[in-house]
């Protein structure tokens, strides 16, 4: 069986009783009208609305289906789409605002640790060397005072970094020192890409040499 994955649908949006008019046919007032709109659908989620809303009339006594221009217009102009046909939409802006609140959560949680380190931390730190933009990590071993004392990294990352590359490691015989306002400065200039803290074992921050 072939299930298109996308296309146009049409959706009953409403659905009224009118009592105030009359069947054409057997004179009975028990009208019903379903008011209908079609829109664009990608794996069965509604992408949008498309084209005009279309009521249809229908007498409940004897089942004629009537065209009374006044009630047809009436009754598409009070219809209101339902949100729903606006699902893609709609999740689309949902995980734009969860990925700008989760940003903005990084942000907070990466200052927090940048005015309080701790031994053990991990800062991704981003300079411009030669007309490129290099990454390179530092493990803080000692905190003492105002000064934080890192061991460096053994290699210089091109580009963006999300990873500590399985061969490098953290040299005990260089390491950097910084004063807690240097290092404010460096995250308020970009300086610091990003703060790691309780990470486990897996992501090989403890390879220490």
Known sequence: MFFKLHGRKTARIKKFTEVQEHCRNCKSFDLDIKVYRDYHHFMFIPIIPVGDKVAKIYCNHCGDGLRIETIRRQYEASAKT???????????????????IAGIYKEKETARYVADPKVGDIYCIYEFRNTAPTYYY???????????YAYLGNLA???SVDRFDDSDFFRKDEFLSFS?????KMLDTAGIHSVERGYGD???????R
């Not at 339902?82 to 700008?100: C, E, K």
């Not at 897996?202 to 220490?208: P, T």
């Open 157 to 159: 990352y091109l580009g």
């Open 180 to 184: 807690k306002l240097e290092l404010k």
């Open 138 to 148: 530092a493990r803080v071993m000692q905190v003492n005072g105002d000064s934080v």
């Open 202 to 208: 897996e992501k090989g921050f403890n390879r220490i």
């Open 82 to 100: 339902p949100f729903y046909l606006y699902s893609a939409p709609i999740l689309f802006g949902l995980l734009i605002s969860l990925v700008v």
